[in-house]
């Protein structure tokens, strides 16, 4: 644990657009399970059905004797995901019931509360980049060249669990939150916007961008997978760097440095 002093590193706009965007998230993957399995399988191009054999991924259940087997198929791979994907309950559904909202198969419900907190997310996202523009809390989280040219170092140290308490963020800090902030949620959104009929009669052009309605929804669950990786591992630093460090710092701002960081 460091031994310097307690410094107010995150400002009071990180802290309330963070923890919103954890509730969001958490909502909108479980939502986003629900209308995939509704049709659970990702295809490449503008169009996909029975008559077209364009499916990069896709999860589905086959009888066996007088039980339903769980199939993944990744290309052409098949995979059996029984008890993990395929079937739930006895039934055949995508991703199981506890990994959906609701846990029944309802996709109109899915649908609401998916759509509501895609919205506060994006007014979410929105006031944090003009919170950040004024405070300049946006030049934090942007690696600098002298950053970069670190980062072998700060590769090597979290590979051997050597965590340094600074007052910024490291450069992985940095590479990280700039992906999701300027590259994952922004292609979460547009691909989203992308999948819907009413969007496109606006913005036909996002079609053309994106390679159809499909390839879109595939960039879709794909981002998804990313920032559920992102999850993970942001967990786990935080737990290796110190939990009770890390927490206070985005629950009050305060953070305590290394002493030689003073």
Avoid at 33 to 38: E, P, R, S
Avoid at 184 to 195: C, D, E, N, Q
Avoid at 220 to 244: D, Q
Wanted: hydrophobic share 50%; aromatic share 12%.
């Amino acid at each position: 644990m460091p031994q310097g002093p307690l410094i107010y590193r995150q400002r009071i706009w990180t802290r309330i657009t963070h923890w919103i965007w954890a509730v969001c998230l958490f909502f909108l993957l479980l939502s986003g399970l629900q209308i995939f399995n509704a049709f659970p399988s990702l295809h490449v191009g503008k169009e996909s059905g029975f008559d077209y054999d364009n499916a990069i991924l896709s999860v589905s259940a086959v009888e066996d004797g007088e039980t339903l087997r769980g199939i993944t198929r990744i290309g052409g791979w098949e995979i059996d995901t029984t008890g993990i994907l395929g079937v739930s309950n006895s039934e055949a559904r995508a991703f199981p019931s506890w990994a959906t909202i609701p846990s029944r198969q309802s996709v109109g419900l899915g649908r609401v509360v998916h759509f509501f907190f895609a919205w506060i997310l994006v007014i979410t996202l929105a006031i944090w980049a003009v919170a950040s523009v004024i405070n300049g809390h946006v030049r934090d989280v942007i690696p600098t060249i002298s950053d970069l040219r670190g980062l072998p170092r700060d590769i090597a140290n979290h590979a051997r669990l050597r965590f340094h308490h600074e007052r910024r963020y490291n450069v992985l800090q940095k590479l990280a939150y700039a992906s999701v902030l300027f590259v994952a949620l922004p292609l979460m959104i547009l691909t989203g916007l992308t999948m819907s009929p009413s969007f496109n009669a606006t913005a036909p052009w996002l079609l053309d961008v994106f390679g159809g309605r499909q390839t879109a929804r595939t960039i879709h669950f794909l981002v998804m997978v990313g920032l559920v990786g992102f999850f993970v591992v942001h967990m786990l630093m935080i737990l290796a760097a110190g939990p009770i460090n890390e927490l206070r710092s985005i629950i009050t701002g305060w953070y305590r440095i290394d002493r030689e960081e003073t």
